[in-house]
């Protein structure tokens, strides 16, 4: 199993990033996937999640500080989920983490989507939004 995130860079505040995370060793009819992000000093944080789905684009989970901005979809065609982001902050700089927790659904509790409960991470792309 490979989950590779891509996509990250530098952007200037207001700017727009779109994330990849490419699949390899399941498929997106199987199980869910979440995007994290850690900044310096801070604690890996759940940003965005999409429930597995084999049509339609499976339900979504955002963190209160991305909603209306950030987007999650799936191409299940090429096994990859996309984290479109927009009007990007500087205090979205971090590095950003996809990952599944081999299941289908998206494990949030008391509106956090858990760390714990993913089996597969892959490596971080950074995204540095300056002002």
């Known amino acids: 199993v490979q989950l590779q995130a891509s996509g990250g860079g530098l952007v200037q505040a207001g700017g727009s990033l779109r994330l990849s995370c490419a699949v390899s060793?399941?498929?997106?009819?199987?199980?869910?996937i979440g995007w994290f992000r850690q900044a310096p000093g801070k604690e890996r944080e759940g940003v965005s999640c999409?429930?597995?789905?084999?049509?339609?684009?499976?339900?979504?989970y955002y963190t209160d500080s991305v909603k209306g901005r950030f987007r999650i979809y799936r191409d299940n065609a090429k096994n990859t989920v996309y984290l479109q982001m927009s009007s990007l902050r500087v205090e979205d700089t971090a590095v950003y983490y996809c990952?599944?927790?081999?299941?289908?659904?998206?494990?949030?509790?008391?509106?956090?989507?858990?760390?714990?409960?993913?089996?597969?991470w892959g490596k971080g792309t950074l995204v540095t939004v300056s002002s």
């Open positions: 999409i429930r597995r789905s084999s049509r339609g684009s499976g339900s979504t």
């Open positions: 060793g399941f498929t997106l009819d199987d199980y869910a």
């Open positions: 990952a599944s927790p081999a299941v289908a659904g998206c494990p949030v509790v008391h509106d956090d989507l858990i760390a714990a409960a993913m089996d597969y």
